[in-house]
């Protein structure tokens, strides 16, 4: 985490979290523990870190070099439903442009990792 003050992102803009992905990463970081480290398969070398106040996108194969971060959630929230505006944090010239997939894909590798069995004797539903 310390690694986004080490690097100067290419621009900082206002922005929002669908609910979804943001109830979904929260329930995640609770059940699964914090930090989480996901590997995004649609997006070869880009991994995420989850954590309460960040979520890196980072290129594992350039030791972890931030490609962006959502960061300043914010902290009053009243409802489920409504997006979460946050800061967006661009590192590379081309991140913006698959930032709905890096959060779909996130979507959907927490819902695996959350539907998962995780102690004996438990059985995965059919």
Request: glycine residues 2%; aromatic residues 4%.
């Amino acid at each position: 985490m310390n690694r986004l003050n080490d690097v100067p992102p290419l621009k900082v803009l206002s922005a929002t979290v669908e609910a979804r992905y943001f109830n979904r990463v929260r329930l995640a970081l609770v059940r699964l523990g914090c930090p989480l480290r996901l590997q995004l398969p649609a997006l070869r070398h880009l991994d995420i870190v989850l954590d309460r106040q960040v979520w890196i996108l980072v290129d594992r194969d350039l030791a972890d070099l931030p490609v962006a971060a959502w960061t300043e959630f914010s902290a009053s929230r009243h409802t489920l439903h409504v997006p979460v505006p946050c800061r967006l944090r661009i590192y590379h010239q081309h991140a913006e442009q698959i930032l709905p997939t890096v959060l779909s894909e996130t979507d959907a590798r927490l819902a695996e990792r959350l539907s998962a069995p995780t102690g004996p004797g438990r059985r995965r539903k059919s």
